[in-house]
């Protein structure tokens, strides 16, 4: 059973700070790893990280995928309060038709 | 968005009634999914389709039922709500051959 999770769980930081999510897997067969921003409404997609591609960047996040240590951080840099949301990994199984999604972090940033 | 609505967006309902989720695409999607997001449960998978009437069961299937009797609708159906189904569902779509799945809006179901 492919497993993801997500640490850590919250996180509280002031603007201008970095932050450093991160999030583990366990798959049977890796294909890619995604990361969603979910604010208070569906999740949006951020980024696609694979085998080929293990690093994204766009604006002040990126994102670096690690296949040694079947991991992958999500880092933003110069926080606004607008990155305030919950960050979700996650996996598609060996017939990429199914996600299966950490339990997020909650990043809340405070003015 | 990827052309992706639900209907309702919001829903208030009494245990023991039916209620049927809709969600509606505009894109041509061929996988569709169903999620359930609870607070300490992160998003669970409830149903999915990969085609017009063929559809499977996720992690949490027991009390719900799904139809899709065409590509851009896929229905979600609770056939006896009761109050552990409280919760935000939102629907997927996937285009055949990738893996980002994309969401609709969500829709909060409070059973009373």
């Known amino acids: 059973e492919d497993k993801v999770v997500q640490s850590p769980l919250s996180l509280v930081v002031h603007e201008g700070d970095t932050v450093t999510l991160n999030c583990s897997y366990e798959?049977?067969?890796?294909?890619?790893l995604l990361w969603y921003k979910q604010e208070k409404k569906a999740p949006t997609f951020l980024f696609m990280l694979?085998?080929?591609?293990i690093e994204k960047k766009s604006g002040r996040l990126s994102s670096i995928l690690d296949k040694k240590e079947l991991s992958s951080i999500l880092n933003i840099t110069a926080t606004q309060t607008g990155d305030s949301a919950i960050y979700l990994c996650a996996v598609p199984n060996n017939a990429g038709n199914m996600l299966t999604f950490g339990g997020g972090t909650r990043l809340m940033v405070k003015p | 968005d990827a052309g992706i609505t639900q209907s309702p967006r919001h829903k208030v309902t009494e245990t023991g009634t039916p209620v049927t989720l809709r969600c509606h695409q505009t894109?041509?999607?061929?996988?569709m999914y169903w999620y359930r997001q609870d607070p300490g449960h992160g998003l669970r998978l409830i149903h999915y389709?990969?085609?017009?009437?063929?559809?499977d069961k996720g992690e949490v299937s027991d009390g719900y039922s799904v139809s899709r009797s065409k590509t851009e609708d896929f229905l979600l159906t609770l056939e006896s709500a009761t109050s552990s189904q409280t919760s935000v569902y939102f629907c997927a779509a996937q285009i055949a051959g990738g893996e980002t799945q994309y969401f609709g809006p969500g829709t909060r179901l409070l059973v009373l």
């Open positions: 798959v049977t067969n890796f294909r890619s």
């Open positions: 894109e041509n999607h061929r996988y």
């Open positions: 389709s990969y085609g017009v009437k063929d559809t």
């Open positions: 694979t085998s080929s591609g």
